[in-house]
DNA sequence: CTTGACTCTGTAGTCGGCTACAGGGTCTAC
DNA sequence: GTAGACCCTGTAGCCGACTACAGAGTCAAG
């Protein structure tokens, strides 16, 4: 009844009692399979009973945990920070303080990242104006970068950085 | 001279003609050895003549590709496009459309980034704010994100999605 | 003739967040 | 009794841009 063909043995014993199996939390989630065992290898789930058959038994509070992750995430998370923050407060302790830390510190480099986007964002437009003006000619590549206009790259290494969003 | 502690050998014949060994082309454009060496399996170097020995000896010219390098990576470019736009200007075509093209896409990429990237620093601001409203009760995780407040994280699955940046 | 700075090749590891197998077992509807 | 949907474990691969190492050769100065 809710999902046309979804209605195999799973779901007359799941429909809104509390065991799911691992395929319909990944359903209900949207979070793949594969991602659930493996946020469950990194401590994102503690580790579900079982069946005798040995399959993972969830209950529904585990979609509200995974709603969590999926909201840390978005606003820049690491899975680790996440984890971390999920084990301190099954342990009791509230991780208020640290949370909040995390979030400031989270927050910073967030305002880091958008200024260090909005000068590439502006160099790049710079570029192409430039462009548009002088023709086609000159520079072997056009004076696509080469010809000054730009700042100076910096001598450091150009590190990835990876800076996580939703989508 | 030019560096207190680096007159070694080497100095001596590069002082500034045109024979530069890997070493000291590192240290003058400030790309590590292992990268140099990287960026020549993916073609973004060509190959250097060698000496006997088979070292490599680049002239100086390769300062001024490195630059460009890194300007284009700074402005967003992988190293897959830019080895490519190399390629086609080596090969004495020019690569202006295929580049003009590429920046363009480029720009909107990044605008989609940035776009992005407000987002969830609003996101996180507004929960940081939310929350010195409000003590630090409640919630088993103080409310960080899991009251609403937030807008729903979309049932897509959270993919990576770098976007390269210089630093 | 040794020391030590430099170079070479080739392979493997890093980060983060998954995804994709391979090679099984389980369960149930037909 | 069999097809096929589901589940299990464990390992390997992916992206991007490097970095790190092992094990070896080269070269000039002391």
Redesign the pocket.
């Known amino acids: 009844m809710r999902n046309a063909h979804a209605h ?3 779901e007359g014993r799941a429909a809104r009692g509390a065991a799911l ?4 939390v990944s359903r209900r989630s949207g979070v ?4 659930l ?2 946020y469950e290898r990194r401590g994102l789930l503690g580790r579900p009973s079982r ?6 038994v969830y209950d529904e509070t585990v979609l509200e945990r995974l709603d969590f992750i999926r909201r840390a ?1 978005a606003v820049g998370f ?3 920070e996440i984890s971390e923050i999920l084990a301190e407060s099954a342990d009791g302790r509230s991780p208020c303080r640290h949370v909040r830390e995390l979030a400031r510190r989270k927050l910073e480099e967030l305002d880091r990242r958008l200024a260090e986007l909005r000068r590439h964002r502006a160099e790049l437009a710079r570029t192409l104006a430039d462009w548009d003006e002088r023709g086609e000619q000159e520079g072997h590549v056009c004076g696509l970068i080469e010809h000054s206009t730009l700042d100076a790259p910096a001598p450091e ?4 950085k ?1 800076t ?1 969003g939703s989508k």
């Open positions: 195999t043995r799973a199996r691992i395929g319909e793949g399979i594969e991602a065992r493996f069946t005798e058959s040995n399959y993972r995430q690491t899975l680790d290494p150009v590190r990835p990876r996580r």
